[in-house]
């Protein structure tokens, strides 16, 4: 592994010192996750309230879900998690080339995570789960409920996999940007604020886990 | 600060400001020519404009189905258009209206061209950012309006379910795609101003001497972040509902169509003050400008935008009285309603405490100011006739819901836009409109408001239901005087378009400040430069540092 470089931030023409900036990122982000844990709130809400309602066919309904591919893949994104934190702190020991590997290894576990969304999607579309598909007869006809419960799963799995894939294509852009040499010196403090969203990503799969797997088991 | 003495105005006024301009490089309007500076544009100032633009646009089409519905409302039998046009024409102005020139209006133009200005910031905390919520924007209108040529919406501003989702034949799908856009780019404007607020402010400038303005852009913004995002998944939900029939909105699988509602509302009621906060910073800045004298009680007008954007979170629900929800959460949405005034009434009263005993100029600004506190105070009050359980069952989806949210929409948001603009035309553009057509406009707009919307309290009150077009014979009177309110209002909205577009090329040259004001978007030439100061800015030490001051009884600040 290289020594370190020099790690600093660029200063963009409209900041008066890098101080300002680098508090200007943070605070962005840190505002545009709020609006993200709001945007996810609303759904989980939606979710919550149907439990509450028709306890017994959300139930039934989560019985297909695969609870150990949830389980599985929540252990993978919390190891991403650790791969990003890892990355983070190398980008502040200016070891550059090591970064970029544990920014690979972080984008291999998101990755890994989408195989295995998408695997327990063609389970469930095997077992006839998806009901807003009108060439599939849905499997528990008998139950409304459960079918719209079953709908929410995809809106709110969805959008974590939509915000997961946009979070990898990021990730994969950027280890692009850090394969030249002093993009740590430039850029430090990208990593740092990509690395905010990251772990918001992995905390949102970490509150729909519980919300719709282990709750209805 | 001797504040306690009343000095005499004009002694102390320096009309003499240098002209920073003499010497130095161009200003933001002459720094490049080309399309691409201008579509590719990072500069605040310039996409204070591009939004100027694209707004004023979608004011057109709003103005004109507003006029066409008023037209169809003079006969009351409906024979002008059928149900269906009727429908689509009164959707699209407020779809329209509402996401496309209300809520963008001040905080996109204004808020975008003058908060780093009066921060003394070069631009804000993310240009390119601001820019994209611009491109984002503009794709949501390119939806919205797909879906008007295409054929149309008819299921009002609000997409209530079931109509939305299973009744509704037109073409909901892409409108209600153009709006989930629309929301990303308030999104995105709101945490600009967030971060550029608290990390961009010039040295000196606490958060007790910031101008009202970017107290009430600071408070918009927290709603923009804050309820925005609700709306955006309850319109996925909807999308989603009327496209795959995901059930949600739908009570035969077990989902609740008044969802929805709460959802929708839960944004839809803050979205108000998305409106109205920034009118009420406009308003703060010309209000102590032309009566040459300090802001009255200015720390309480900054804690009642704060207080009215937190208030809002908790009323949703008054616009659900009368659909089943539980007495108990009807009382509680009703007092917490009734709390809104407090906030609203402190606004009102320290700015007719700053007008007291000032040296007044009536120029445009001033008299679209003076529209607006009395404009706004009826439509408050009517506000508070609507928070009232009683009444409210009485005048529920009448027209005086919509007689009193045009009072605060059109009374207030949209003569604080005009005054606004007309007080800030000279910082944009660099030259000066001609006065005495401003004044014949904001008197024409002022009349032909109130003759267009009184009628509607009153309309509403004998009973006749909004959205539709066939009305009792008895009614026709009134909604004749309404009808014709509104030409008279069209022509003084014409009026501005002309001369303020004239102004561009053949206005008298402006002065850097030409009404005398405070603030630092007055320190800097007109138009400003590329990189708005050349010097550091000075902050100062008193936030409106009139002339004249008036004794506050109590404790005095600095």
Same mark, same amino acid.
């Given at each position: 592994?290289?020594?370190?470089?020099?790690?600093?931030?660029?200063?963009?023409?409209?900041?008066?010192?890098?101080e300002?900036?680098?508090?200007?990122?943070?605070?962005?982000?840190w505002?545009?996750?709020?609006?993200?844990?709001?945007l996810?709130?609303?759904?989980?809400l939606?979710?919550?309230?149907?439990?509450?309602?028709?306890p017994?066919?959300?139930?039934?309904?989560?019985?297909?879900?695969k609870?150990?591919?949830?389980?599985?893949?929540?252990?993978?994104?919390?190891?991403?998690?650790?791969?990003?934190?890892g990355?983070?702190?190398?980008?502040?020991?200016?070891?550059?080339?090591?970064?970029v590997?544990?920014?690979?290894?972080?984008?291999?576990?998101?990755?890994?995570?989408?195989?295995?969304?998408?695997?327990?999607?063609?389970?469930?579309?095997?077992?006839?789960?998806?009901?807003?598909?009108?060439?599939?007869?849905?499997?528990?006809?008998?139950?409304?409920?459960?079918?719209?419960?079953?709908?929410?799963?995809?809106?709110a799995?969805?959008?974590?996999?939509?915000?997961l894939?946009t979070?990898?294509?990021?990730?994969?852009?950027?280890?692009?940007?850090?394969?030249?040499?002093?993009?740590?010196?430039?850029?430090?403090?990208?990593?740092?604020?990509?690395?905010?969203?990251?772990?918001f990503?992995?905390l949102?799969?970490?509150?729909?886990?519980?919300?719709?797997?282990?709750?209805?088991? | 600060?001797?504040?306690?003495t009343?000095?005499?105005?004009?002694?102390l006024r320096?009309?003499?400001?240098?002209?920073?301009?003499?010497?130095?490089?161009?200003?933001?309007l002459?720094?490049e020519?080309t399309?691409?500076?201008?579509?590719?544009?990072?500069?605040?100032?310039?996409?204070?404009?591009?939004?100027l633009?694209?707004?004023?646009?979608?004011f057109?089409?709003?103005?004109?189905?507003?006029?066409?519905?008023?037209?169809?409302?003079?006969?009351?039998? &409906?024979?002008?258009?059928?149900?269906?046009?009727?429908?689509?024409?009164?959707?699209?102005?407020?779809?329209?209206?509402?996401? #496309?020139f209300l809520?963008?209006?001040?905080?996109?133009?204004?808020?975008?061209f003058?908060?780093?200005?009066?921060i003394?910031?070069?631009?804000?905390? #993310?240009?390119?950012?601001?820019?994209?919520?611009?491109?984002?924007?503009?794709?949501?209108?390119?939806?919205?309006?797909?879906?008007?040529?295409?054929? &149309?919406?008819?299921?009002?501003?609000?997409?209530?379910?079931?109509?939305?989702?299973?009744?509704?034949?037109?073409?909901?799908?892409?409108?209600?795609?153009g709006?989930?856009?629309?929301?990303f780019?308030?999104?995105?404007?709101?945490?600009?101003?967030?971060?550029?607020?608290?990390?961009?402010?010039?040295?000196?400038?606490?958060? /007790?001497?910031?101008?009202?303005?970017?107290?009430?852009?600071?408070?918009?913004?927290?709603?923009?972040?804050?309820?925005?995002?609700?709306?955006?998944?309850?319109?996925?939900?909807?999308?989603?509902?009327?496209?795959?029939?995901?059930g949600?909105?739908?009570?035969?699988?077990?989902?609740?169509p008044?969802?929805?509602?709460?959802?929708?509302?839960?944004y839809?009621?803050?979205?108000?003050?998305?409106?109205?906060?920034?009118?009420?910073?406009?308003?703060?800045?010309?209000?102590p400008?032309?009566?040459?004298?300090?802001?009255?009680?200015?720390?309480?007008?900054?804690?009642?935008?704060?207080?009215?954007?937190?208030?809002?979170?908790?009323?949703?629900?008054?616009?659900?009285f009368?659909?089943?929800?539980?007495?108990?959460?009807?009382?509680?949405?009703?007092v917490?309603?009734?709390?809104?005034?407090?906030?609203?009434?402190?606004?009102v009263?320290?700015?007719?405490?700053?007008?007291?005993?000032?040296?007044?100029?009536?120029?445009?600004?001033m008299?679209?100011?003076?529209?607006?506190?009395?404009?706004?105070?009826?439509?408050?009050?009517t506000?508070?006739?609507?928070?009232?359980?009683?009444?409210?069952?009485?005048?529920?989806?009448?027209?005086?819901?919509?007689?009193?949210?045009?009072?605060?929409m059109?009374?207030?948001?949209?003569l604080?836009?005009?005054?606004?603009?007309?007080?800030?035309?000279p910082?944009?553009?660099g030259?000066m409109?001609?006065?005495?057509?401003?004044?014949?406009?904001?008197?024409?707009?002022?009349i032909?408001?109130?003759?267009? #919307?009184?009628?509607?309290?009153?309309?509403?009150y004998?009973?006749?239901?909004?959205?539709?077009?066939?009305?009792?014979?008895? /009614?026709?009177?009134?909604?004749?005087?309404s009808?014709?309110?509104?030409?008279?209002?069209?022509?003084?909205?014409? /009026?501005?378009?002309?001369?303020?577009v004239?102004?561009i090329?053949?206005?008298?040259?402006?002065?850097a400040?030409?009404?005398?004001?405070?603030?630092?978007?007055?320190t800097?030439?007109?138009?400003?430069?590329a990189?708005n100061?050349?010097?550091?800015?000075?902050?100062?030490?008193?936030?409106?540092?009139?002339?004249?001051?008036?004794?506050?009884?109590?404790?005095?600040?600095?």
């Amino acid at each position: 592994m290289s020594g370190g470089t020099s790690v600093g931030v660029r200063l963009a023409s409209h900041f008066a010192t890098v101080e300002q900036q680098k508090h200007a990122a943070v605070l962005g982000m840190w505002a545009w996750l709020l609006t993200e844990l709001l945007l996810f709130a609303g759904l989980f809400l939606t979710a919550l309230i149907l439990r509450l309602t028709h306890p017994e066919a959300v139930q039934a309904a989560a019985r297909h879900l695969k609870f150990w591919i949830g389980a599985v893949n929540t252990v993978v994104l919390i190891g991403s998690s650790l791969t990003m934190s890892g990355a983070i702190q190398l980008s502040r020991l200016g070891w550059q080339r090591g970064m970029v590997r544990f920014m690979l290894a972080t984008a291999a576990l998101g990755t890994l995570f989408l195989a295995l969304k998408g695997y327990e999607y063609y389970a469930d579309y095997h077992e006839h789960m998806m009901p807003f598909l009108s060439d599939r007869p849905y499997a528990l006809t008998d139950s409304p409920p459960s079918r719209l419960f079953v709908n929410l799963y995809y809106v709110a799995t969805g959008l974590h996999g939509l915000h997961l894939l946009t979070g990898i294509a990021i990730l994969l852009a950027m280890t692009r940007q850090a394969s030249r040499p002093g993009f740590l010196a430039a850029h430090q403090n990208r990593i740092e604020i990509f690395g905010l969203y990251w772990h918001f990503i992995d905390l949102i799969w970490i509150v729909a886990f519980p919300t719709l797997y282990v709750l209805n088991r | 600060m001797t504040s306690g003495t009343i000095t005499d105005g004009p002694a102390l006024r320096d009309p003499h400001t240098p002209d920073s301009r003499i010497g130095h490089g161009p200003d933001y309007l002459h720094a490049e020519h080309t399309l691409r500076s201008w579509f590719f544009t990072t500069d605040h100032k310039r996409i204070a404009l591009l939004y100027l633009a694209s707004i004023t646009a979608f004011f057109v089409i709003g103005a004109v189905t507003a006029g066409l519905v008023r037209l169809a409302l003079v006969v009351p039998d &409906g024979q002008v258009f059928t149900n269906d046009t009727y429908n689509k024409l009164f959707t699209i102005h407020g779809v329209v209206m509402v996401w #496309f020139f209300l809520i963008p209006s001040i905080p996109a133009t204004f808020g975008n061209f003058l908060i780093p200005l009066m921060i003394g910031a070069r631009d804000l905390a #993310f240009p390119k950012l601001n820019l994209a919520s611009w491109y984002v924007f503009m794709t949501g209108a390119f939806f919205t309006l797909v879906s008007v040529v295409l054929g &149309g919406v008819d299921t009002g501003w609000t997409f209530y379910t079931p109509l939305s989702t299973a009744f509704s034949n037109t073409w909901v799908v892409p409108a209600l795609i153009g709006v989930t856009i629309v929301g990303f780019s308030s999104i995105l404007t709101g945490l600009n101003f967030v971060v550029t607020i608290h990390t961009m402010r010039a040295p000196g400038m606490t958060w /007790f001497r910031l101008p009202i303005f970017v107290w009430t852009h600071y408070a918009t913004s927290l709603i923009f972040l804050l309820a925005t995002p609700v709306i955006t998944v309850a319109l996925v939900l909807l999308i989603a509902e009327r496209a795959f029939h995901i059930g949600v909105f739908d009570p035969a699988y077990g989902g609740d169509p008044v969802l929805f509602q709460h959802l929708f509302w839960f944004y839809s009621h803050p979205a108000v003050y998305i409106m109205v906060l920034p009118g009420m910073g406009v308003i703060s800045e010309i209000v102590p400008a032309f009566a040459q004298k300090k802001l009255f009680g200015y720390r309480f007008v900054a804690y009642a935008a704060i207080g009215l954007a937190s208030v809002t979170f908790f009323v949703w629900g008054h616009h659900m009285f009368v659909n089943g929800q539980s007495d108990l959460a009807s009382v509680a949405f009703s007092v917490l309603s009734f709390a809104v005034a407090v906030p609203s009434a402190v606004k009102v009263y320290n700015w007719t405490a700053t007008i007291h005993k000032g040296s007044l100029k009536l120029d445009t600004p001033m008299l679209y100011a003076m529209g607006y506190i009395g404009l706004f105070v009826l439509g408050g009050l009517t506000g508070l006739y609507l928070a009232t359980l009683a009444i409210n069952q009485h005048v529920h989806a009448t027209y005086f819901v919509v007689a009193h949210f045009h009072y605060i929409m059109v009374g207030g948001t949209v003569l604080a836009f005009l005054g606004g603009l007309h007080f800030w035309w000279p910082k944009f553009t660099g030259r000066m409109y001609i006065e005495a057509w401003g004044r014949i406009s904001a008197v024409l707009i002022f009349i032909g408001f109130n003759v267009t #919307f009184f009628p509607q309290f009153i309309l509403g009150y004998l009973g006749m239901p909004r959205r539709y077009h066939v009305y009792p014979a008895e /009614f026709q009177f009134l909604n004749i005087l309404s009808s014709a309110g509104s030409t008279i209002l069209a022509v003084g909205y014409i /009026f501005p378009m002309i001369y303020l577009v004239y102004a561009i090329w053949f206005g008298k040259r402006a002065p850097a400040n030409p009404w005398d004001a405070r603030g630092l978007e007055w320190t800097v030439a007109s138009p400003p430069p590329a990189h708005n100061f050349l010097t550091e800015p000075q902050a100062p030490k008193v936030p409106y540092d009139y002339p004249i001051q008036a004794r506050e009884t109590g404790r005095q600040h600095s």
